[in-house]
Structures are given as C-alpha cells and as structure tokens.
C-alpha cells in the first residue's frame, strides 16, 4: 500500500511526458465528463478544471461525488453542465463501493467520448470492470487524473490504514487505473511514488510540468482512445444452475419461477434435493415435471449431506462450460443469466455480481441504494456490491461474492469444488479464497442480477459461525509461518462480531457495508 512497503516496485513506463495546462482547442465539441469530490481536502479547484476544459473545446459535465452532508455548487455562469451523485439512487451510505456502483449507472445512463477522474478516481472500478467485460464503454476512453491517492495521503500524513475500509479504497484505486488509457500525475513526484509503491499503469502516461518544454494537455488528450477490453475474442458459453435445495417449498417456488422467465432460454437447470423431509417439496417436484422433462432439465433426490456436497454433486452431472450456483431462498432478475453469459465470453473465470437485498429479509438494514434498471424506469435495491479479486481484504471480510456466481466448468474443477462439511457455513467465501490463491480471475458484473434474503433460518446465521470464520481462514494461514498466523484471527474480530449481531437480533450493523 505504501511505497515503502512495496515488495515489488512496478517498472518504471518508457517516459512520463511532461505537460501544461495550455489551451489548444482540442476538444472541438467531443463529449468529457470530469468526475471529482469539490470539497476534498487538498483537491486543486476541480471546478476550475472543468471550467479549463470547457474553454478548450470540450462539452464538459461535471459530477460532483461531494457527501450528501457537504453544500456545494459550482460558480455562477458556468460554462459546464453539473449534477450531484449523493441522492440520485436514494443510497443509505456514502462509502466508495457504493459511490463506484453509483458512477457506473450514472455513466451507463449517458454517452461520453472521454471520461476523467480526478479526487476519488477509486469510483472509476466498476465502470473500468463493466468496459474490461464488454458490456459499456466500448468507445470511451477513460483517464485518470492522479492528483493525489489515497495511501499517498495517509503515507505523507504518517498514519496506517484504519482497517479494512482504507483498504479498500486504495484497491479500488489501483485497479481503476490498471483498467484506464491513461494516467495524467500532478506532479513527477506523485509518480515517482506510484512506481516505488508498485502500481500497474496504463499505455499511455504523463505528468504536469509547466516548463517551456512541456507540451500543451489538450493535445495529448486528443490522442488517447479506449482500450479495447474484451472486443476481439470471445469464448462459447453455456450454463448449468446448480441448485442445492432442502426443504422450504415456497421460498423454492419463487426461485425456480425466475429462472423460467430468463432472458435467456437455452440454460441448464439441476435441481439436487439434499434429503428434505417436508412433504410438499416433493409435491412441487411433481408440479414442474412436465416443465423439467421438456426442457431437459434434471430434479434428483438424494440422502442428506450438506449443501456442499449437494452443490458438488450437481456440478458432476452438468454439461455446460460454466456453472451457476443458486440458493433456493434466492430469485434471479430475468437477465441475470443473459447478462452472466455476455461477460463470461471474455474469458472470465469466476463471475459474481452485485447482490440485491430482497424486501422479505426479516434480518438485515435497508437497501444501501436503489439502482436503475437497463430498460429505465424500475430500479433495484442493492445489498452489498462485490469487488472480485480482492484477495487482500479477505482476512477482514468477505468482497468476494456470494454462492450465486459463474464458474468456469474447469476452474471449478481444478479447485475440487465446494469444500467442508454439513457445518462449513461460508463455502462460497472458502472456494473463493482458494481461487484467489491460485492466481484465477474473479470480476464482477457490477449489476444487481438477484436477491438475497437474509433471514432468521438462514445456514449463516447458524451455530457453527464461529468455527467456519476459522475455516475460511486456513487457506490464507497456510501462506504464511505459524508464528504470523494468529494476525489472521484479530483481522476478522470485527466481521465475526457483526455475524453474531445480526444473529441475536442488533441494530448496530446498519452503518455497516
């Protein structure tokens, strides 16, 4: 996080042209949103840079990510256009994720020829992931204006990182600007650090120097042009949901009724009745025969042995390339699996997605937004949103995904599938973990594709939940010498506190993310 902690400085780019702030003209109409926090600490005047931009030919909008608590606006007679995030998908927290899941939908909604974030560049991650997948962006050219990072801050503050939080948001920083065109540095100090801390960078870099032999910024900004994440090949996909189930008829009711109205139509479906003892379970296997014998779909009953097993075993019988993990509590979006499908064809390994908070949960704080349909006009209420591959906030929590997720069959395979006993209750978390090690790719599809009930019978809720945050633990543990490992068990004090809130009943968690 810090560059004098980097193990591994990354290699220094070809050269870091320098450049002014002088007018060319350059933007000739195009469109360029400029997406900034106005009222950051030690941010350099966003507002005249947009006004700067403007005046250089470009049809600037500014989005202003300053919190709902601050006042802002921008000077009178502007020559840009100007929106606020805060409020605009009724959030309940102000948290970077969030401000990233927010940006994306803003951006999704609109089309703009270059995009450019200064102060708070961390809530590029999802558009970044969205482009790098292949569903937006195509032909927008991102660019990433570093005036000052986040570790960069607290490094030059002398301060550690306060917990997983802080963590978090330089993550998010780092992989928005491996995913950019191009990073534009204040100053040659600020990249000399982002080498020295081991950052990746895009193709094209520069930073500002108003010597006389800098050139103007406008110029190089005309140059640069989208990145092509995702447009050349593309990979057959075909998918088997896995369904696990035990018990509880009506909750799989409504699962199995949005999977029958997906958008996509060829699909797998198994269904692996892991011993239920309720009677009507059998009398809705009964109920959907024809449906399942038309489309060539499997229902199988077999003793109980836990969800892990169950899922493993419907894994074996499946013959598409990917897999798709569903819980019987959960109800799939009927493009979830259209959705999965497109962005599986670049190639992913493990897909998860946002998860959206389903209105019946009997446990849990409200939605923490509510974002836009693609069609416009409904929305859907956010849960939490994943960020993939985020291997080091593991001991902390889990920002990987959750059991609903896309698995290349073979990846799947490679990692001997779910793994613990009847009692293991964060299975997904573990398989995650090892696949994180194992140097595969996790993205997300930065969508709410389902809802997620959170409820009083859930298995997470359960009386193992201290022994399997144990459990999830192991893997990272083996990385490390046995005198180091008990670090492991202070870092997930706070989750496993919030886990047994939840359980018995607290409030406390609703400021939580």
Known sequence: MFSRFALTPSSLPPSFQKLALRATGAGRGRSLALISDSTAQNNPAAFDMARQLAEDGWKVTFLDLAPPSQKTAPPAQQVFAYERLAGLYRETNWY???????????????????????????????AGMARKLGLAFQDTAFVIHACEPFALRL???????????DMETDFLERETMA?????????????????????????????????????????????????????????????????????????????????????????????????STDKKVEELRQEFAPLFKSRG????????????AARNYAASLAKSTHLLFMDDDNIAYPDELERFSAAAARGCDILSCVIGLHPDSDMSFPPTAHMPERSGGATRPVGWPPLGNALGLAPFINKFGETNSLFRREVFEALGGFQGDRDMMFEDFDVFIRASIAGYRIDVVPEVLLL??????????????????????????????????????????????????????????????
């Open 155 to 165: 490094e030059q503050a002398m301060k550690f990182p306060s917990g997983y939080t």
């Open 179 to 275: 995913m950019a065109d191009a990073v534009l540095c204040t100053t040659m100090d600020t990249a000399d650090w982002l080498v020295a801390a081991g950052w990746a960078f895009p193709r094209n870099v520069a930073a500002l120097d108003d010597g006389k032999d800098a050139s103007a910024w406008g110029a190089w900004l005309d140059k640069i042009t989208p990145s092509h994440h995702g447009k050349t090949a593309t990979e057959p996909v075909s998918i088997s949901v896995c369904m696990a189930i035990y018990n509880r008829p009506v909750l799989l009711r409504e699962a199995l009724n949005s999977l029958t109205g997906q958008s996509l139509a060829a699909f797998e479906l198994i269904v692996i009745d892991d011993g």
């Open 297 to 308: 779909w499997r229902w199988e009953t077999r003793p109980n042995a836990g969800p892990s």
């Open 452 to 513: 997620y009930r959170r409820h009083k019978a859930s298995r997470s809720m359960g009386p193992t939940i201290f022994r399997s945050h144990i459990d999830t633990l192991k893997p990272i543990a083996a990385l490390l010498p046995p005198a180091l490992r008990p670090l492991l068990l202070t870092l997930r004090h706070e989750w496993y506190e919030r886990h047994c809130q939840r359980r018995d009943g607290s409030k406390d968690e609703a400021s939580k993310h």
């Open 96 to 126: 970077v994720p969030l401000q990233a899941l927010g940006v994306y939908h803003w951006l999704r909604e609109k089309k703009f020829d270059f995009v450019l974030w200064q102060h708070g560049f961390g809530t590029g991650y999802y």
